[in-house]
Every structure is written in structure tokens, then in C-alpha cells.
């Protein structure tokens, strides 16, 4: 009816939080205000993406190199911005630590009130820009611990346990928001002639266990022999099915919706994997449980892991609780 679809167009992200938290006091504001404004930065990068192929300064390179030693594409560097840009307005923010960037970006004339820190991935899968491949953005805010006067930030270097709002974008044939605040996992859908979020899925549960196993096999001959024998046991099963995007936002939200397993485990090259902790692996893995999942390093549960330095790297098993035990089952007899 007219009225389903009007209240239904009527659960925007804002009343959402609010709702969520029975609440109207500053931090239910503030919170409600801060995931505002993560769609306002979607909503901008969605816009960009959608005209890469057709103006100058989306898909390419820029030529430089950041911290992580990666080639810097222009949507990476965009999308920093506009995270940059968006909570510079918001008053609430006073730190903002990057995967483009070495070290956070103080904002100011936010700091003496900024309570929140915003922790993100501006540009996740970079490498699907120029394939018009799915790409994603996560983000994390926590509370400003101490008032940070070194500007070393020290108080991000907690386990992951300190998030109060984790999540991501998904750039996709839709633009989808999916977050928590630790209140449940939520899927909410762009819709653009509204230019609003509105709620698609309310506390998403994910499969206890699944068919799907999302790994990088390039790197077969470079991981421990516990994930290779963990991978040959899964070759040998009938019905899994291997599927890998190489971007980590679209992979996680198939093992979200559909159960299964992601794996990026550590190599020979890289020990510690490749996924960033404070700003990939941590947002994520908040997600997953809260949505039934697990998710760990291999050995330990990866929202008890304390980083000892701004963009650590650490393995990451996730998804459904049944398939994570059985790879740390691998791990543990090796
Ligand atoms: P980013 O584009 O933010 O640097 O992240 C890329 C990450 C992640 O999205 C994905 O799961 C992983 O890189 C893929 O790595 P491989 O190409 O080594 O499999
Ligand atoms: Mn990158
Ligand atoms: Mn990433
Ligand atoms: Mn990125």
C-alpha cells in the first residue's frame, strides 16, 4: 500500500540510530549526526564512481605511492577527501586515520570538542576502479581517548573492542551502508532519486555455516601448509564454490548474505597478510559478529587483537561460525 511504502521510505539511517538507541541524548545525536555524515561521504564517492568512465581525474593513477607501498589510484585519493571534507563540517570529529595516510589528519577547530576519531578505508578494491568492478568503503569511529596533545594518537592502538560504530559502503548495482553500533548489523539501500539510505535488512543474521570459500589461490604455494591443507580438504568436499573479487568490501557482504567463509592468510612475502587491522580487518569483523559470524587471525579473536602501530596488518578468517572453527581447526593441528 501507499502507506507501507511511505513508512517504509520514511526509515532513513539518522531515525534508525536514534531508534536503535532509545534515545535522544548528545551521544545519540552525536552518533546519529557522525552516520549521517558517512552517508553524505557515500553518497559523493557512489556519484563519482558512477561517471568514472565518462569525466577526466576518476579511474588512473595518480603516480604516487603510499605509506602502504601501494600505487595510488585518483579515486583512492578522492575518496580520502571527501571523508576529509565531510566531517570537517561536522564539528564532531577531530582525528581522521587513513589507509592513505601515514598519519591522521587533525581537523583543528574540532579537537578542543572533537570526541570521535573516524578510522576508515576511503577506497577498498582500488583495483576494480578501471574494470567498473564492485569497490567499497569502511569505516570505524571511536571515542578520543585523552586529548592526544603529542598528535601521536596513541590511544588508537586498542583492540577492536573500542569501536562504538563500524561498517561499509558497497558500490555496487546498488550503493549499500551496512553498520552497526553494536546493536545488531544493518543493511540499508541508496536511493537515489531520494539521495536517502532506507533501511533494507534489520539485524541481519548470517548462515551458521556455508558453501562459499573466498580466497586468493594465487598465493596457494606462499601460505603455511595448515591453509593449504585446510584448501585441498575444501577442494575435496562436494558443493563448496570459490569466489574472490579482490575487493574485500563485495566479499564480505556475499559471506554476509549468503554464509561461508574469507580467508587472507599471512605469506611467505607478507606473515602478517595484507588486510590493515584499525581500518579493514577491526570494522569488519564488528559487522560479522554482531551478524552471528566470527572472525580471527587464526589463532586468536581478531576484536581482541591490540595493533602496535596505525596500519598494522593481520591475518583475517572470517564469516560464518562453523566454517571460521574449521579453518582454525587446520591452523591449530599444524
Ligand atoms: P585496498 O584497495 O583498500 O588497498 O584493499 C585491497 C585489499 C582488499 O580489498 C582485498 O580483499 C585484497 O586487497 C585483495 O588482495 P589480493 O589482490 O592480494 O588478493
Ligand atoms: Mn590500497
Ligand atoms: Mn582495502
Ligand atoms: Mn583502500
Given at each position: 500500500?501507499?502507506?507501507?511504502t511511505?513508512?517504509?521510505?520514511?526509515?532513513?539511517?539518522?531515525?534508525?540510530?536514534?531508534?536503535?538507541?532509545?534515545?535522544?541524548?548528545a551521544?545519540?545525536?552525536?552518533?546519529?549526526?557522525?552516520?549521517?555524515r558517512?552517508?553524505?561521504?557515500g553518497?559523493?564517492?557512489?556519484?563519482?564512481?558512477?561517471r568514472?568512465g565518462l569525466?577526466?581525474?576518476v579511474?588512473?593513477?595518480?603516480?604516487?605511492?603510499?605509506?602502504?607501498?601501494?600505487d595510488?589510484?585518483?579515486m583512492?585519493?578522492?575518496?580520502n577527501e571527501?571523508f576529509?571534507?565531510?566531517?570537517?563540517?561536522?564539528g564532531?570529529?577531530?582525528r581522521l586515520?587513513?589507509e592513505?595516510?601515514?598519519?591522521p589528519?587533525?581537523?583543528?577547530?574540532?579537537?578542543?570538542?572533537?570526541r570521535?576519531?573516524l578510522?576508515?578505508?576511503?577506497?577498498?578494491g582500488?583495483?576494480?576502479?578501471?574494470?567498473n568492478?564492485?569497490?567499497?568503503s569502511?569505516?570505524?569511529i571511536?571515542?578520543?581517548?585523552?586529548?592526544?596533545l603529542?598528535?601521536?594518537a596513541?590511544?588508537l592502538?586498542?583492540?577492536g573492542?573500542k569501536?562504538?560504530?563500524?561498517?561499509?559502503?558497497l558500490?555496487?548495482p546498488s550503493t549499500m551502508?551496512?553498520?552497526?553500533?553494536?546493536?545488531?548489523?544493518?543493511?540499508f539501500?541508496?536511493?537515489?532519486s531520494l539521495?536517502?539510505?532506507?533501511?533494507?535488512?534489520?539485524?541481519?543474521?548470517?548462515?551458521?555455516s556455508?558453501?562459499i570459500?573466498?580466497?586468493n589461490e594465487?598465493n596457494?604455494w606462499?601460505?603455511d601448509?595448515?591453509?593449504?591443507?585446510?584448501?585441498?580438504?575444501?577442494?575435496?568436499?562436494p558443493?563448496?564454490?570459490?569466489?574472490?573479487s579482490?575487493a574485500?568490501?563485495?566479499?564480505i557482504?556475499?559471506?554476509?548474505m549468503?554464509?561461508?567463509v574469507?580467508?587472507?592468510?599471512g605469506?611467505?612475502?607478507?606473515p602478517?597478510?595484507?588486510?590493515?587491522?584499525?581500518?579493514?580487518?577491526a570494522?569488519?569483523?564488528?559487522?560479522?559478529?554482531q551478524?552471528?559470524?566470527?572472525?580471527?587471525?587464526?589463532?586468536?579473536?581478531?576484536l581482541?587483537?591490540?595493533p602496535?602501530h596505525?596500519?598494522?596488518?593481520?591475518?583475517?578468517?572470517i564469516?560464518?561460525?562453523?566454517?571460521?572453527?574449521?579453518?582454525?581447526s587446520?591452523?591449530?593441528?599444524?
Amino acid at each position: 500500500t501507499h502507506e507501507q511504502t511511505l513508512d517504509r521510505d520514511c526509515r532513513t539511517l539518522s531515525r534508525h540510530v536514534l531508534q536503535q538507541l532509545q534515545s535522544f541524548d548528545a551521544a545519540a545525536q552525536d552518533l546519529s549526526a557522525l552516520m549521517n555524515r558517512i552517508a553524505l561521504a557515500g553518497k559523493l564517492i557512489a556519484r563519482r564512481l558512477s561517471r568514472a568512465g565518462l569525466m577526466e581525474g576518476v579511474l588512473g593513477f595518480t603516480g604516487a605511492v603510499n605509506v602502504q607501498g601501494e600505487d595510488v589510484k585518483k579515486m583512492d585519493l578522492y575518496a580520502n577527501e571527501v571523508f576529509i571534507s565531510v566531517f570537517k563540517q561536522s564539528g564532531l570529529v577531530c582525528r581522521l586515520a587513513s589507509e592513505e595516510m601515514a598519519t591522521p589528519y587533525y581537523i583543528p577547530e574540532n579537537c578542543p570538542i572533537g570526541r570521535y576519531t573516524l578510522l576508515y578505508d576511503p577506497l577498498d578494491g582500488s583495483s576494480n576502479v578501471d574494470i567498473n568492478l564492485n569497490v567499497g568503503s569502511i569505516f570505524a569511529i571511536r571515542q578520543q581517548e585523552g586529548n592526544d596533545l603529542d598528535g601521536n594518537a596513541a590511544d588508537l592502538l586498542q583492540n577492536g573492542h573500542k569501536q562504538i560504530a563500524a561498517g561499509y559502503i558497497l558500490y555496487g548495482p546498488s550503493t549499500m551502508l551496512v553498520y552497526s553500533i553494536g546493536k545488531g548489523t544493518h543493511v540499508f539501500v541508496l536511493d537515489p532519486s531520494l539521495g536517502e539510505f532506507i533501511l533494507a535488512i534489520e539485524n541481519l543474521q548470517m548462515p551458521a555455516s556455508g558453501s562459499i570459500y573466498s580466497v586468493n589461490e594465487g598465493n596457494f604455494w606462499a601460505w603455511d601448509e595448515s591453509i593449504r591443507n585446510y584448501v585441498r580438504h575444501v577442494h575435496r568436499q562436494p558443493g563448496y564454490s570459490a569466489r574472490y573479487s579482490g575487493a574485500l568490501v563485495g566479499d564480505i557482504h556475499r559471506i554476509l548474505m549468503q554464509g561461508g567463509v574469507f580467508l587472507y592468510p599471512g605469506t611467505q612475502k607478507n606473515p602478517e597478510g595484507k588486510l590493515r587491522l584499525l581500518y579493514e580487518s577491526a570494522p569488519i569483523a564488528f559487522l560479522v559478529e554482531q551478524a552471528g559470524g566470527k572472525a580471527s587471525n587464526g589463532t586468536q579473536p581478531l576484536l581482541d587483537i591490540v595493533p602496535n602501530h596505525l596500519h598494522m596488518r593481520t591475518p583475517l578468517i572470517i564469516g560464518s561460525q562453523q566454517n571460521v572453527e574449521l579453518v582454525e581447526s587446520f591452523i591449530q593441528q599444524a
